[in-house]
């Protein structure tokens, strides 16, 4: 079984910066694909970004694109997100994801394991 644990939400104002950390334990995350996932009230969960087992394989939204950079330690266990420029319509919970290949998804329902998510607020 594997546990992911999102840290690094919290309130900022737009154009500011947040560090999401995703820590996963129970299995080495080194051979399979992770991602980002985020929920706004009332809206779907939506793809964020992705990355492969590597690291040298990343995809992101449009709608983030140039602004976040996913990355990932192996050693650590640990996925990275860092988001910049932040928008107000940033705003969401945003969830770490496991996905029980190597290449990476966009698509949720392609991911086995989960986080609880961290609430990221972007004032305006």
């Known amino acids: 079984q594997v546990q992911l644990v999102e840290s690094g939400g919290g309130l900022v104002q737009a154009g500011g910066s947040l560090r999401l950390s995703c820590a996963a334990s129970?299995?080495?995350?080194?051979?399979?694909?992770m991602g980002w996932f985020r929920q706004a009230p009332g809206k779907e969960r939506e793809f964020v970004a992705t990355i492969n087992w590597s690291g040298d394989s990343t995809v992101y939204a449009d709608s983030v694109k140039g602004r976040f950079t996913i990355s990932r330690d192996n050693a650590k266990n640990t996925v990275y997100l860092q988001m910049n420029s932040l928008k107000p319509e940033d705003t969401a919970v945003y969830y770490c994801a496991l996905r029980s290949g190597s290449s990476w998804s966009r698509n949720f329902y392609q991911y086995n394991y989960w986080g609880q998510g961290t609430q990221v607020t972007v004032s305006s």
């Open positions: 129970g299995r080495t995350i080194s051979s399979y694909a």
